[in-house]
């Protein structure tokens, strides 16, 4: 039971090119994340949405962007992308299981720029 | 400012009980989270505390003070499957922000 999808397990781009990475999630969650994650340095956040057309920014929203259109759909957007953004990139949605608040993750995506 | 710190690695035998500890600094708290992450895998929900105590989950008990900005995971009959990163995760800020530790490597061994 699959609850959040990511478009790419892998992806390789050079540097200067547009990136966009996407996440669904089917739970009805209102509230959506995008995190890096990167050896030593655990996960952090880019940026949320509490809300469709909502974002906020995260700890380290510098060079990047989202969008989010529909309930279900959050898309980080690298605008062009450089080798230091060479990660792994964790999409989550938040919301209320069986009464308790639980945040679930996508499969992650990682990314590799050259 | 913002900080949460737990033990870099952590060995122990199968069969075992494993304590990993998180201590937490941070502007507001409004709940603490345990995630297991396998390698090159996503992290997978393990536990959320909110109220100070204990809760258990079958083999996994998770405990919070939040007058001391503490708590544990606690792993019993330790199996070889439990060879994972275990990542403390604190709510906190006016959107409940989920700031994690850095993860605990946690290697069972036979």
């Known amino acids: 039971d699959v609850k959040v999808t990511q478009s790419s397990r892998y992806l390789v781009k050079r540097t200067g090119e547009k990136v966009f990475l996407e996440c669904v999630q089917d739970m009805d969650h209102e509230n959506m994340f995008w995190y890096r994650q990167d050896p030593g340095l655990g996960l952090r956040l880019i940026y949320f949405s509490y809300d469709v057309k909502m974002k906020e920014k995260g700890d380290i929203p510098e060079g990047y962007s989202v969008s989010r259109e529909k309930k279900e759909r959050f898309s980080l957007i690298l605008e062009s992308a450089s080798t230091n953004q060479t990660s792994m990139y964790l999409c989550?949605?938040?919301?209320?299981?069986?009464?308790?608040?639980?945040?679930?993750f996508g499969p992650g995506t990682r990314l590799t720029v050259t | 400012g913002q900080n949460i710190d737990q033990p870099t690695e952590m060995t122990a035998t199968e069969g075992a009980i494993v304590q990993i500890n998180c201590t937490y600094q941070t502007s507001g708290f409004n709940g603490l989270f345990w995630y297991q992450q396998h390698a090159g895998e996503a992290p997978t929900f393990l536990s959320y505390?909110?109220?100070?105590g204990l809760e258990e989950k079958g083999r996994f008990s998770s405990f919070l003070s939040r007058s001391k900005g503490y708590s544990y995971l606690l792993l019993k009959e330790l199996q070889m499957k439990d060879s994972a990163s275990y990542l403390c995760a604190v709510f906190s800020g006016g959107y409940n922000k989920l700031i994690f530790g850095a993860g605990t490597r946690l290697a069972v061994h036979p």
């Open positions: 505390n909110v109220l100070d």
């Open positions: 989550a949605s938040r919301g209320l299981a069986g009464g308790q608040d639980e945040q679930y």
